[in-house]
């Protein structure tokens, strides 16, 4: 099953900011605009009964289902092979920043040779791992990482079960006194937070696809998240 995807606001956002990327290849850029035509045709009708059934018709029409259908394949490809590249690029940065951290990554996070079917599965309704991301263990503090993990969104934070580590939960928890008012905690978390700006990537904004596609700016998101994981790291190994 894919991801729940709107045509009329994600593959439509999409495929208009797809057109800058290929300015020289006619023939991409051709069927990108005969697609973009047919969601602009799709969505542009009147919701009810009248819209569901023009809907169906347009879809009847040519080849417009193996189109449609494509579009929405070519999306989520496309967001899964940009998440893939977020892993890799944290993982690089880690290792080449805080080789120190790197060398405690915990054997249940996300690897740069297995990364791409993490993502798959992600997009396609398959994921059962929670603890899906990069954790790093901290020293001296048994069952306790701090990492990059992700639902619908990119949370970071410091993970510790309050059920079978309470004292160390405690003493993560002592930390939420130094940090910003913005962490939040629960039962497998003593603290953690939603990075700002709000980074979905399910339905990505047009704000986070225009920093996903962008190299510098993904790379600089990417840093700002190590950069606070180190920070988290050092403060709960004391």
């Given at each position: 099953?894919?991801?729940?995807?709107?045509?009329?606001?994600?593959?439509?956002?999409?495929?208009?900011?797809?057109?800058?990327?290929?300015?020289?290849?006619?023939?991409?850029?051709?069927?990108?605009?005969?697609?973009?035509?047919?969601?602009?045709?799709?969505?542009?009708?009147?919701?009810?009964?009248?819209?569901?059934?023009?809907?169906?018709?347009?879809?009847?029409?040519?080849?417009?289902?193996?189109?449609?259908?494509?579009?929405?394949?070519?999306?989520?490809?496309?967001?899964?092979?940009?998440?893939?590249?977020?892993?890799?690029?944290?993982?690089?940065?880690?290792?080449?920043?805080?080789?120190?951290?790197?060398?405690?990554?915990?054997?249940?996070?996300?690897?740069?040779?297995?990364?791409?079917?993490?993502?798959?599965?992600?997009?396609?309704?398959?994921?059962?791992?929670?603890?899906?991301?990069?954790?790093?263990?901290?020293?001296?503090?048994?069952?306790?990482?701090?990492?990059?993990?992700?639902?619908?969104?990119?949370?970071?934070?410091?993970?510790?079960?309050?059920?079978?580590?309470?004292?160390?939960?405690?003493?993560?928890?002592?930390?939420?006194?130094?940090?910003?008012?913005?962490?939040?905690?629960?039962?497998?978390?003593?603290l953690y937070?939603?990075?700002?700006?709000?980074?979905?990537?399910?339905?990505?904004?047009?704000?986070?696809?225009?920093t996903l596609?962008?190299?510098?700016?993904?790379?600089?998101?990417?840093?700002?998240?190590?950069?606070?994981?180190?920070?988290?790291?050092?403060?709960?190994?004391?």
């Amino acid at each position: 099953m894919l991801a729940n995807i709107s045509y009329g606001s994600d593959v439509l956002r999409w495929l208009e900011r797809s057109l800058g990327y290929v300015v020289r290849d006619n023939a991409v850029r051709e069927s990108i605009i005969q697609y973009q035509e047919i969601v602009e045709r799709l969505t542009g009708l009147d919701q009810g009964e009248e819209y569901m059934g023009e809907l169906v018709k347009a879809l009847l029409q040519g080849h417009n289902m193996k189109l449609a259908r494509d579009i929405r394949v070519a999306y989520v490809e496309a967001l899964i092979q940009l998440q893939e590249q977020f892993w890799r690029e944290a993982l690089m940065i880690a290792q080449a920043e805080y080789p120190e951290m790197f060398a405690s990554l915990d054997p249940e996070s996300v690897k740069a040779d297995s990364v791409r079917t993490s993502c798959d599965r992600y997009y396609n309704g398959q994921r059962k791992n929670k603890h899906y991301g990069i954790f790093f263990r901290v020293p001296g503090m048994e069952g306790v990482t701090v990492g990059i993990g992700i639902d619908e969104r990119i949370y970071t934070g410091i993970s510790c079960d309050e059920e079978t580590q309470p004292d160390n939960y405690r003493r993560c928890q002592t930390l939420l006194s130094e940090l910003d008012d913005d962490y939040l905690y629960d039962a497998w978390w003593p603290l953690y937070r939603y990075p700002l700006p709000d980074f979905n990537f399910r339905e990505p904004t047009a704000e986070a696809l225009d920093t996903l596609v962008d190299s510098d700016a993904r790379k600089k998101m990417v840093r700002s998240y190590i950069d606070e994981l180190f920070r988290l790291w050092r403060m709960a190994a004391g």
